[in-house]
């Protein structure tokens, strides 16, 4: 539930920086937001989640922990220390063969060629609240 609350505080807070960079009024975003359907927002997000920790469980789980809370075979950082950005960006560098850090840049590269940008991005806000 914590985790539901959180992506719906994240789609909230996109929805506000969206407004603020295209300049429209504080009331034309209240409006907006207000006009914006929580029960499907809740619904979608709930679903993303479940991917999202399905796709953590499948790739990430034997090597980092249920948690995030491991060092991946002796070698890497606790990922459940990092923020999402942090990670999102360190996935992003291993699916373009662009980070090797501690070794692990094959496996790694193998582990996240396969996901979108989009769901890099979920993974990398999910492990985030991992931290126990």
């Known amino acids: 539930m914590r985790q539901i609350a959180f992506i719906t505080f994240l789609l909230l ?6 407004f603020y960079f295209n300049r429209c009024t504080d009331q034309e975003a209240i409006d907006a937001i207000q006009a914006t359907p929580l029960d499907i927002d809740q619904t979608q997000a709930a679903s993303t989640l479940a991917t999202t920790a399905n796709i ?3 790739r990430c789980q034997p090597c980092h922990g249920t948690h995030g809370q491991l060092s991946a075979l002796s070698k890497s950082d606790i990922i459940n220390t990092w923020s999402a950005t942090k990670i999102e960006q360190a996935l992003l560098h291993y699916k373009h063969g662009k980070r090797d850090a501690k070794g692990m840049g094959s496996m790694m590269h193998g582990q996240a060629e396969q996901l979108s940008d989009e769901e890099i ?3 990398a806000n999910y ?3 991992l931290s126990i």
Do not use: G
């Open 13 to 18: 807070v996109f929805a506000s920086l969206f």
């Open 127 to 129: 492990i985030a609240t």
């Open 121 to 123: 991005k979920a993974l």
């Open 56 to 58: 953590y469980q499948k």
